[in-house]
Each structure stands twice: as C-alpha cells, then as structure tokens.
C-alpha cells in the first residue's frame, strides 16, 4: 500500500527499472512523474508461509484471497481509548471478504519486508485515520483458517497486538462502515452470547485472550 508520502516521495526522484529477462535485461530511467505512474501501479502485496511458518514467498493481495487460500502473514490490533474502552468496527460493504461484519478494531498484512510494527501503525492511519503507540503483542501464536458465507477463505498465521491512541476514528470509507468506542466486558459478552455476529477471527481472538 503506497500513502501519500511515498508518492511525495516518488515525485522529486527518479526510478531505475530492470526490464526483460536475466538475459536480455535492458536498465531504464524514468523521470518523476512517470515514476509516480509506475508506483500507483505496483499491486499490494503479502507474504506466503509454510505451515511451520517459513517465510516461502509473496503473492498479490487481491489474487491470494481466494476459496483456497495459500497462507500467508496478517496481523490484528485491538485498539484502547484513554477510558479504557476498546474500538469496534464494521467492515465496508465492499469488502471481498466479511463485508459489513463487526469485528476487531483493524487488520492487515505486511509488506514483504516490511516491519510489523510499522505495518499496525501504517494501517490503523490507512484504515481509521488514527495515530496509534504503546503497540504491544499479545497473542503471538494465533492462527486461523475461516470460511466467508460466499466460500473466500482466510488462511492467516495473525500474531494479535494491543494499542492506545488519544484520537477518535476517522474511517476510511473503503474499509470501515462504521465504528464503535465499547467497554471491553460487554464486547466480550456479546461475542460470547452472540458469536456468529461478529467475525470469527474476532471470537477465537477473545477467547484466547482470556485464557492468558
Ligand atoms: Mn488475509
């Protein structure tokens, strides 16, 4: 995912691209405004694990979901308001997979590379428009495989964190309907009462949570 940074970035430098095969490699420049051109076009990508948790390669975002997804690495954050509460958000009707579903605070892979860290923080300003700190691990064995109601698989090795931030959402429209501020407990209560509401991921996550 590019920000607006990096295409600040992009726009005083020029690229160098390798074309071609190994053989018949030819080395271009391109000024800064086609480089722009060819960034916007570099697709999301995420990183593919073994089931012992290898890293085995990368594959494009939007061809890896699938009804039999490879898998690969994610992460979920759950984020905490200075009172304590827990921020619950509802996926965009546009979404491919769990459109509209209640769930965690936000999601998302990492760049091939990329750090984790730096993945949360980037997402949660990409997806709610927050500044999140404190970002701490949690549950770093969690894993899961679920089905959609329209076959997409998730198939994610999702190390699970804890963060806290002084802002209210802003959510971006392409990724988060709406959004709630809750008390933890009655999160966990209503999951708990009523699992098939909320996304699976988010009702495995909390009964783990409470076992620790
Ligand atoms: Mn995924």
Wanted: with cysteine; proline share 6%.
């Amino acid at each position: 995912m590019l920000t607006r940074a990096d295409f600040q970035a992009a726009s005083t430098h020029w690229l160098g691209c390798i074309h071609g095969d190994t053989a018949r490699a030819t080395f271009r420049i391109y000024p800064p405004r086609q480089t722009i051109a060819i960034m916007s076009e570099i697709p999301e990508q995420v990183v593919l694990l073994s089931d012992t948790g290898e890293h085995i390669g990368v594959a494009d975002k939007a061809l890896v979901h699938t009804t039999d997804t490879a898998l690969h690495l994610a992460f979920s954050c759950h984020v905490y308001n200075a009172d304590g509460q827990v921020l619950v958000t509802r996926r965009a009707l546009s979404k491919l997979t769990w459109p509209g579903v209640w769930t965690n605070s936000f999601c998302g892979h990492p760049a091939p590379g990329e750090d984790m860290a730096a993945a949360i923080i980037r997402r949660a300003k990409h997806e709610l428009g927050i500044t999140i700190s404190d970002v701490q691990l949690v549950l770093p064995d969690f894993r899961y495989r679920a089905v959609d109601s329209s076959g997409i698989v998730e198939n994610e090795i999702c190390p699970v964190y804890r963060a806290v931030t002084a802002d209210n959402a802003a959510p971006n429209a392409d990724e988060v309907a709406e959004f709630e501020w809750v008390d933890p407990q009655s999160l966990r209560s209503a999951v708990s009462a009523t699992p098939f509401a909320f996304s699976p991921w988010l009702g495995w996550q909390l009964e783990q949570l409470n076992e620790n």
